[in-house]
């Protein structure tokens, strides 16, 4: 800078002079220009600093009507920051919002201005909020005919067009009004184009078929006509935003046929320090005037290699900036030239911009021949060309071809159900994004004025200068010499590249810096523009909060509380909770000066020797239905279910294709045709899954329908010695004697009229009735079974002593005692795999010789020597060498501790375990390394408590 000092920007069109507010003065005034409402006041704080701003403002904007330049500082280097673009092409202008809400790196660009917003610039990177936001996120589900993104004019003809054929249509734009590109000096069918925009959204909203969506971005285009688009819902309402609406929602749409109808965006060209704040984009310097008022600068150096620019020159000497335009062609425009200078422009062709200086209001001008000079300024505005929005036309693998005459890659195919038009298609001119937009063979494509003769784009990457201190991704600090140094590298593909040196890895994904690091690349190994393509665009396209995505999965419904029926009772009585498959269950019921380990001794005692209730509600149930339901359990249990007779009941392991066990439970013969399965906890979902997956896709042929009941019944299993005389007491009806009612068996009766179905099944080992009834009735059983059984001292237990009880006679849990690698044989259940069976799933898998292999790990039981020291879960299991010593590390491991456990009826402590060849083991003392000494336990077999069953029956 040299010895000038410019006034700054101003507010045109009646903004009003106002000194020292904000500490700036000089605000000028010029009428007829911008969109925002000046009836109306808005303030905001921004580096705390308080400004005022006004309805359809942006935060970008609104700042720039101050005189506010820096924003923040950049990632690496540290640099200042200011606005670079207008809308989300912009690569600097980074902000976080502190108020009403904490959001971190928006772009003030796109933030819309509301009264009380409190924001300040970045250095760098942002900051998450300290506390959850509690603000909703929604999403919605669209089918259309036709989807179309972009509501320019290309975009809004395309909609109008689909909604005149009756189609259904989706029409969503990201900007706050339709329009796009298109200025208040543009004329479409001799009405000024704001008109023109108006009267189609008129006619779209007067179609029922129509839905129109402005600040929606369409950031993921999927196969099949599949697009996920943004919604913002409240962030132009501010604190006044109701509180019932979403803020931002994400609809998915499902199309016929999708345009998209996105725009170009306007590319910079590297020179050194093209990175100040007060260089921008010429679009966004024209926008800002015409949308919002703001005269982003007083003394304007336009560097331009595009006719485009010359509308934004002429623009800004109207509004009475003193504008100067540099043309790196040699052969300006002669139409556009000519305008621009009668509206005071100077125009200097065979010019390029080659650096800048001072803080932000200074430009260094040099021509392609001879000395350079310094033309002082206030902003610098670039125009190397446009490059189409084709992100959402590469999300769905569309290929790109470059077209020498815009300088970019553009659509270069055609794909089913999806049509590119307008400037993302490299139409640039006004009349033939519309001819697009409106389709082949439409009578009633708008009128426009005869656009001027379009000059060729001169296609410039970079000037000459500083490679190291020319930006190509201004956010990522990245510059022509980090090109150099990855093709220096070795590196020939721009995939490679953009890794190298992060170029396309902000928050704009490489708006206007992924085409130039493309084309330098391609000058740097001597090759065409267009012969290394581009980047591969990926979804999003703009950035997209986790909270949106998450939407009101968010807290308790990220991850579902379900309760059972009798959840009240166990919350009263001051039961410990755990989280299981989603269920909250009891752990144990303490009480008083009790821990968890006095309670579940005192409940386990209970129940080996009294009686003793729980709450197995959560255990998954599903319905089974139909003439070949016998046919498919037998597809997919280890054991023969189709010779179970109705009123029985038969333990069954699932197993996945590799022979491992995937899960197991019971199964119940209702009819004929009819049976109920019960699965863990965890596994229900995925069971069921499983089970639809394999009849839907390979066997359709069987008739069978599957239902999950696991919410439908309560299930109460009452256990113990003395459980026959509660069960007697409670179902006069019901004969529950040994020869009436058997082991494995089930029997329905009722209970006050109601069904109740009660079957003969033992988790525990001890006699024990499962007790079934509609869910609705579930705490009215649970407490006339507990109110009938304090007669017998009945107890009620938790998940904690129910893994006792089981572990005591050797029953697995699937998912703690196994880990996936576990065949039913490794759990010493050859027994329940049939050898009459042809096939099942999982039985080829048995007959691999890893599966045949004897020191596969077994399931065995460890009893500590001790008889005192409780070793963790998941603990190593280790042997000596033959001289009593650890051999070196890495020590070998034999396995590890699957369930360990204190117990009522042992008294001592003892643990299942995964161990090598366990079950040849059985006798050997192993060790187990816990809080620094190694713990010697003996192998023994699974089943501590009863190993003749004799209990089971009282």
Known sequence: MTGHRPEGPCRVDGYGSV??????????????????????????TFDGVPYR???????????LANGVRVLGSSVKLGRPRGIGAAWTEDPTGLVQIEEPFPEPMLLASAVELYDGLVAHGVAGQGRLAGVADTARHDRRWAHCDTLVVGAGPAGLLAARTAARRGERVVLVDDRPQAGGALLPADRVDGRPAPDWVAGVVAELAEHPEVTHLQRTTAFGHYDDGFVLALERRTDHLGFDAPRDRARQRVHRIRAGKVVVAAGAIERPVAFADNDRPGIMLASAAREFLHRHGVLAGREVVVFTTDDAAYAAATDLARAGASVTLLDARTEAPAERSATAAEAGVVVRTGTVVVGSEGGADGAVA????????????????????????????????????YDPALGAFRPGERIAGTEVVGAANGTLDLAGCLAEGAGPGTPDVPAVEPEPARTPTSVLWRTPGDPARQFVDIQRDATVADIERAVGAGMRSVEHVKRYTTIGTAHDQGRT????????????????GGDLGTTTFRPPYAPVAFAALAGRERGDLFDPVRTTAAHPWHVAQGAVFEDVGQWKRPRYYPQPGEDMDTAVLRECAAARTDV???????LGKIDVQGPDAAELLDRVYTNMMSSLKVGRVRYGVMCGND????????????????????????????VLETLEDWIQTEWPDLRVHLTSVTEHFATFPVVGPRSREVIAEVFGDLDASNDAFGFMSWQDTTLDGVPVRIARISFSGELAYEVNIDSRYGLALWERLVTVGALWGITPYGTETMHVLRAEKGFPIIGQDTDGTVAPQDLGMSWVVSKKKADFVGKRSFSRPENLD??????????????????????QIVEFAADGTLPPPPVPMLGHVTSSYRSAELDRPFALALVKGGRDRIGEVVHIPYEGALVPAEITGTVFVDPEGARRDG
Not at 854 to 875: F, I, N, Q
């Open 659 to 686: 022979g491992m066990v995937a899960d197991d439970g019971t199964v119940l013969r209702l009819a004929d045709d009819r049976f109920l399965l019960t699965t863990t906890t965890g596994n229900a979902a995925s």
């Open 513 to 528: 810096s992924g085409m130039i690091a493309s084309g330098i690349t391609a000058e740097l190994l001597g090759k065409a």
């Open 53 to 63: 701003g006004h309805p359809g403002d942006t935060l970008a904007s609104a700042l």
């Open 19 to 44: 000194d020292g507010y904000g500490g700036v003065d000089g605000y000028g005034s010029v009428d007829g220009y911008g969109g925002v409402d000046r009836t109306r006041t808005l303030g905001f």
């Open 612 to 618: 003793a209730i729980m709450d197995g509600s959560t």
């Open 854 to 875: 004897p020191l596969r790990k077994h399931l065995v039981g460890l009893l500590p020597t001790d008889g005192a020291t409780r070793v963790p879960e998941g603990s």
């Open 366 to 401: 040099a021509a392609l021949t001879g000395s350079g000079e310094t033309l002082p300024c206030d902003l610098l505005l670039v125009s190397g060309g446009w490059t189409p929005t084709a992100h959402l036309f590469s999300h769905i693998r569309g290929a790109l071809t």
